[in-house]
């Protein structure tokens, strides 16, 4: 097949995966449970006590006397994450760089929380630039990873494992870059 045919042909497949992509997202098909890859914690479409609870444990998160003002919260990105082979799902926010460095350190590294999908309940408070569900299963649900920044060659990697009831700092494994 020459060249040109070669380009023709992954010219048009790449504009209809981009059409088919873009009518999704127009008719909600892109949506994982409540919430879409852009939202953030004040436009997600979940259940008002599950938004209340959420607001009420990350207003517990920073320090009561200053704070994050409610708008900043608001930004956060949120995702809603797979936990468990079942489809337990949970709520990943994540206050990243692109809202505020109020939240994020310097090298990088801003809070994660993964919330109950169902009930709101904090599950996990960490801090990382970096994170994945991992294949690793405890409890019926999978373990979880953060990496986070020391310094410009350093870092560390946090494992986190479910023990029923919140997920558990079990392992630190120190990096270099």
């Not at 006590?49 to 608001?74: C, D, H, M, Q, W």
């Not at 019926?140 to 494992?159: E, F, H, I, K, P």
Request: hydrophobic share 40%; charged share 20%.
């Amino acid at each position: 097949m020459s060249f040109r045919r070669r380009t023709g042909i992954v010219l048009v497949m790449g504009a209809v995966y981009a059409a088919m992509c873009f009518v999704s997202q127009q008719v909600g098909l892109c949506e994982v449970h409540g919430a879409t890859t852009t939202d953030t914690l004040g436009t997600a479409r979940l259940p008002a006590t599950v938004k209340a609870r959420i607001y009420r444990e990350l207003s517990n998160e920073f320090n009561p006397s200053g704070g994050v003002a409610r708008p900043v919260v608001e930004a956060f990105d949120l995702k809603m994450i797979e936990l468990g082979p079942d489809g337990h799902y949970g709520i990943r926010v994540w206050g990243s760089n692109r809202v505020t460095a109020t939240v994020c350190g310097a090298t990088g590294n801003c809070p994660i929380w993964v919330f109950d999908r169902q009930t709101g309940d904090l599950l996990l408070s960490a801090d990382g630039w970096d994170f994945h569900v991992e294949v690793t299963i405890h409890h019926g649900r999978y373990d979880l990873l953060t990496r986070a920044n020391m310094s410009a060659g350093t870092g560390v990697r946090d494992l986190y494992r479910f023990d029923g009831r919140t997920y558990q700092h079990i392992a630190q494994t120190d990096e270099t870059y």
